[in-house]
């Protein structure tokens, strides 16, 4: 198979790991990059080796293969249909979109062009390349659980109390603490931003969701410079949720609950998940460890005695992607999969809204 030619949409923060992680792979040549703010895809492109900076997307297109869409949120379902409609590779940060109705257009869209001409898709539920994750769903997939009765899934981060990502308030923070366009009015923030990596990790492993119920939270934030409380910077208001409560009724009947929060004081990036079924149950702590994770299995259980258990390393999110590519064979998780994931947000968007009321997750197709 001919190098494939990838291109970069949108290229911040994150467009960084992509083009890093690209480079590491044999096969695959980043082509092409575009941002829409002046200066950046070209300062972007001399960083990172990218070959060519385009005009526009279209022109992005026409020249790559595959595609990386790496921009903020509200961006990701009009040009991931562009992507998908133009017949090329999609790789989407997460979540695929801000509203369940887009993420069913993706969806569909995404289903097409797979049959009618092998197009693969993904999103980039970066958590997924963790070693313990791939492990833990395979051991829950085994059935050595038993049945599973219990999930708690947590994602901490610090950022609005601890300047461990440097200043909490800023313009390249803003989008990410604004209501997006085109969502409710629990859309977006936490929820949005980091829920989606802690919902399709935790019902990745504990499996499916049918009804949820949750609580969303916005604080007055501090201004990094002065100390004083703000809720709004230069005119805009700091209106997106910060915290988030969901009580998880899974389709199997266990019950479970994920919380996610940016002001987890002493905790920058920590991704946890407990399953506990009636035959053993497994812990993931990835501010512990990628690659190991604790299980009481078996007779071991009677005693609660864990074991700690090394996971073969797995190949990451883009090195799946490229092979999907080569192969034909869509890798997890697919653009269905962060349809479903969408589905669980709306839901907890709709919870959130309603005072924390039980809403049963829609189906995304
Ligand atoms: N998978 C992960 O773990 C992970 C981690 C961080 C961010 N992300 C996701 O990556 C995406 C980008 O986040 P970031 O932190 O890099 O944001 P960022 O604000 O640093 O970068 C976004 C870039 O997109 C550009 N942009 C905006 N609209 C555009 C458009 N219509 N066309 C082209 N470029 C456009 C902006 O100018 C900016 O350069 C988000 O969806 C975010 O949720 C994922």
């Known amino acids: 198979m001919a190098t494939i030619k990838h291109g970069i949409i949108g290229t911040g923060g994150m467009a960084h790991a992509h083009a890093r992680s690209f480079q ?15 200066g950046r895809a070209e300062a972007f492109a001399e960083k990172n080796g990218v070959k060519h900076v385009m005009p526009g997307v279209d022109d992005l297109l026409d020249a790559c293969d595959s595609v990386s869409v790496v921009t903020p949120d509200a961006f990701h379902a009009e040009l991931s249909l562009k992507v998908l ?17 887009d993420a069913k257009k993706v969806a569909r869209a ?15 539920f970066s958590y997924r390349d963790s070693a313990a994750f791939q492990k833990a769903m395979q051991i829950a997939a085994s059935g050595k659980l038993g049945a599973i009765r219990h ?10 109390s601890c300047n461990v990502w440097g200043k909490s308030i800023s313009e390249g923070w803003l989008w ?35 009804a949820l119920r949750c609580t969303t939270r916005n604080f007055p934030k501090v201004n990094p410079d002065t100390g004083q409380t703000m809720t709004s910077y230069n005119g805009k208001k700091l209106d997106a949720n910060d915290s988030v409560l969901i009580e998880l009724d899974f389709a199997d009947g266990a019950l479970g609950t994920v919380e ?12 946890a998940l407990g399953v506990y079924g009636t035959e ?52 997890q998780a697919d653009i269905v999969r962060g349809a ?26």
Request: glycine fraction near 12%.
């Open 85 to 101: 409609k133009a017949g090329n590779h999609l790789l989407c940060e997460k979540p695929l979109t801000t509203n369940l109705a």
């Open 151 to 160: 999930a708690t899934g947590k994602y901490l981060q610090a950022w609005l």
């Open 340 to 365: 479903q994931v969408q589905a669980y947000l709306d839901a907890c968007e709709r919870s959130a809204e309603d005072g924390g009321k039980r809403v049963t997750i829609k189906k995304w197709v």
């Open 24 to 38: 590491a792979i044999r096969g695959i040549t980043l082509h092409g990059c575009f941002d829409v703010a002046p």
């Open 260 to 271: 996610t929060t940016r002001w987890a004081t002493g905790h920058a990036n920590q991704v």
């Open 110 to 124: 995404f289903q097409k062009a797979a049959d009618q001409h092998g197009t693969v898709g993904m999103v980039n």
């Open 280 to 331: 053993g149950a497994l812990e993931i702590d990835l501010e512990r460890s990628y690659t190991q994770l604790r299980t009481c299995l078996g007779k071991k259980r009677h005693q609660c005695e864990w074991d700690e258990i090394d996971c073969k390393p797995t190949p990451n999110n883009y090195a799946r992607f490229v092979k999907s590519i080569k192969t034909g064979h869509n890798d």
């Open 176 to 210: 990410r603490q604004q209501v997006p366009p085109g969502g409710g009015k629990a859309a977006g923030g936490t929820l949005g931003d980091i829920g989606c990596h802690i919902l399709d990790f935790t019902t990745g492993v504990a499996g499916d969701v049918k």
